[in-house]
Structures are given as structure tokens and as C-alpha cells.
């Protein structure tokens, strides 16, 4: 096994340019802990605005820090107190404090669930934090047939999954969108809706039925929307409430039980084909800066993720860049060519 593995650092807020690679100790795994390499990794908004230093009160970073929650990958070596897990199993899982963007990483037992075969790695890397936020949400709502609920935003990664858990919870679903989202929200069952002037009027009519809960991913004039269309405070998840829920599982610790119930009831909704998790671009890990940069246009449907396995780069990289949906297949259980060597940003010219 490799003495050393590689993980996305930076020391200092700011922009993609302030990351850099670290090379460190291959560490060992206590006692309830696994070591894992790992295969897939998602990203998320947050990890920007928190890198950026747009929470820094209320998530202060200690430098130098590191990025990701979402993760997926393969046991590499356990502690003695794991027994249900074995050498070569493929596991979900949450990095307790950030650190999924690396090679490789140490998770507590308590926050890796098993992989199903039929889940593909890229979509298990990025299901942790969009995952457990759209389903504690939807969950908090209680919804069933007797329900019509609007999401705004509802093509993105947290929004395209709070669709399809209130889809299987028995709700007509009104999704709000920009147009060359439609066609993929109408594929998941979803109805959408314009945004712009007259929106509430468009809902109204897309409807056909009161409205009685309303799911905000966006802010802005979305509440004021929401009572326009009679929705009651109680059936109201603002967007200050997503982003209390996002930070209660991306800050969850290892003796905190949630992440891991919810992952299993998310992987069991994948296995069924109840939800699908749409992944809108896979980026090597070589270009992680590249990938970022993507998400931050704020305009791809599903998740953006890393791979830290590609089958290929170099003379492809264009074809890595073009915002395509890739798929990441089989993968050997350790990395065979190095990513990056020394301090060096991520950006590639």
C-alpha cells in the first residue's frame, strides 16, 4: 500500500487559486476507524463560501484547511474494533471535519454506510451533504398524496432530490427553473415552471390545485411567494432553514447517528429506483479548481463531482473540461500514477 497519500489544502480564504496539494503520512486507522481510498468525491456550494470566508463566523477555519464532506471509496485497512467491514468494501460515507478531496482518508466506522453494487461510484461520492439536507427536509414536511408542493431551484443537487422524495412520498411536484431545465425536470415526474414576473400565476395555473407546501433552495422573493400562494408558515422551508440543515450534517460528528441513518434510507431509495441522482459533471481530480469553478456558475442540474481514479487524462483534458455528464467505472483499489507532486495551485493552463 502507499507510504503517502495527497489532499486538497489551502491556507488562506480566497478564491480556486489558493488551493494546493499536501502530501502526507499514510494514516493509520484507530480502533472504530477504517482507512479508505478514496474513489469518488462530491462538491458543494458551501465548501466555496466557506473557503471564500463567507461563513467565516459561524465556520471558522483552522489553517491550513481542507475541503469535501461527500465521499465514496474502497476499505484499504480497518482498526481492530471494525469487524462488519472487510478489506476491499465499498463504502458511502461523510468526512467528519472535511477531507474528502484526497486520495485517501480515515473515517469513523459511524459515518460510512456500505456501497450497494448498483449505485455507481460518482453518484455515492456526491450523495452525503445534498442527500441527508433534501431529506431531512422533505421529511420535516410530512407530505402525501393530499399534497402539492413547489421547489424552487429544483433542478440543483439539493433541489433535484427533494423533488423525487416528495414525488415518492405521494405529492404533485411544481418545480421552478430556468427553460433548458424543463425537459429533465418533466423526466423525473416533476412539473416546472418559469422563473421571472408572473411566476405565482404560472405556479397557480401548473397546479391546478391548492398549494400546501413550498420547499426555498433560492431566497430572494420566495417567501413573499409563498404566502401569495397561501402556503401556511408551518409548510414553509426557507432557504435560511437549507442552510441550517446543511450546516447541521456537514459540521455532524462521529458519534452522531443521523448521517448514517439517512444515507441508508437514501441508498436504499437509489437501489430501488425510487430517486435518481443526477450527476451533471465529473471532473478528475487533477482539476478539482475547474470543477469548483463549474459549480459556481450556479447553473448545473444534479452534482458536480471529483474522481480521484480517472481512466485517462492528458490529451483529454479537453474532453474531462467540456461539462459533460462522465461515468466513472471500474477502478483498481489503488491510485498508480501520482496526481501532483509539491505545492502547486490547481489551476491548469
Known amino acids: 500500500m502507499n507510504r503517502t497519500y495527497k489532499a486538497v489544502e489551502y491556507d488562506e480564504y480566497g478564491d480556486v487559486d489558493v488551493l494546493h496539494i499536501a502530501e502526507h503520512e499514510m494514516p493509520t486507522p ?10 469518488a468525491a462530491g462538491l458543494n456550494h458551501i465548501e466555496n463560501f466557506i473557503r471564500k470566508g463567507d461563513f467565516v463566523k459561524r465556520l471558522p477555519q483552522t489553517f491550513p484547511a481542507r475541503q469535501g464532506s461527500c465521499f465514496a471509496g474502497l476499505v484499504v485497512k480497518r482498526g481492530d474494533g471494525v469487524k462488519d467491514l472487510k478489506v476491499g468494501d465499498a463504502v458511502i460515507g461523510h468526512a467528519v471535519g472535511g477531507g474528502s478531496h484526497a486520495t485517501h482518508l480515515v473515517a469513523a466506522r459511524s459515518q460510512v454506510v456500505k456501497k450497494p453494487d448498483n449505485i455507481p461510484w460518482e453518484v455515492a461520492g456526491g450523495l452525503y451533504l445534498a442527500g441527508c439536507t433534501a431529506y431531512a427536509t422533505v421529511d420535516s414536511l410530512r407530505l402525501d398524496e393530499t399534497d402539492c408542493v413547489v ?4 433542478a440543483g443537487g439539493v433541489g433535484s432530490i427533494e423533488c423525487q422524495l416528495a414525488l415518492a412520498a405521494g405529492a404533485k411536484v411544481i418545480g421552478t427553473c430556468s427553460p433548458p431545465n424543463h425537459d429533465y425536470l418533466r423526466s423525473i415526474g416533476v412539473v416546472p415552471v418559469t422563473y421571472g414576473d408572473g411566476i405565482v400565476d404560472r405556479i397557480r395555473a401548473a397546479a391546478g390545485r ?3 407546501a413550498f420547499i426555498d433552495n433560492f431566497g430572494g422573493d420566495n417567501p413573499k411567494r409563498a404566502k401569495e400562494l397561501g402556503v401556511a408558515k408551518k409548510s414553509l422551508r426557507t432557504s435560511e432553514q437549507r442552510l441550517d440543515t446543511e450546516i447541521r450534517f456537514l459540521t455532524a460528528g462521529r458519534d ?6 439517512l444515507m441508508s434510507a437514501l441508498v436504499t ?5 425510487k430517486v435518481r441522482f443526477l450527476i451533471s459533471g465529473f471532473y478528475p481530480f487533477e482539476y478539482i479548481a475547474q470543477a469548483f469553478d463549474d459549480m459556481a456558475e450556479m447553473h448545473s442540474r444534479g452534482k458536480v463531482v471529483v474522481g ?11 474532453w474531462y473540461l467540456s461539462g459533460k455528464a462522465r461515468t466513472l467505472h471500474e477502478v483498481p483499489m489503488e491510485r498508480k500514477t501520482p496526481v501532483w507532486t509539491g505545492k502547486q495551485p490547481y489551476r491548469v493552463p
Open 151 to 154: 421547489v424552487s431551484a429544483a
Open 256 to 261: 452522531d447517528p443521523e448521517p448514517a441513518r
Open 269 to 273: 431509495l437509489l437501489t430501488e429506483q
Open 210 to 212: 391548492p398549494i400546501t
Open 308 to 318: 480521484m481514479m480517472p481512466v485517462e487524462t492528458g490529451n483529454r483534458s479537453s
Open 30 to 39: 484507530a480502533g472504530d476507524e477504517v482507512l479508505v481510498e478514496v474513489v
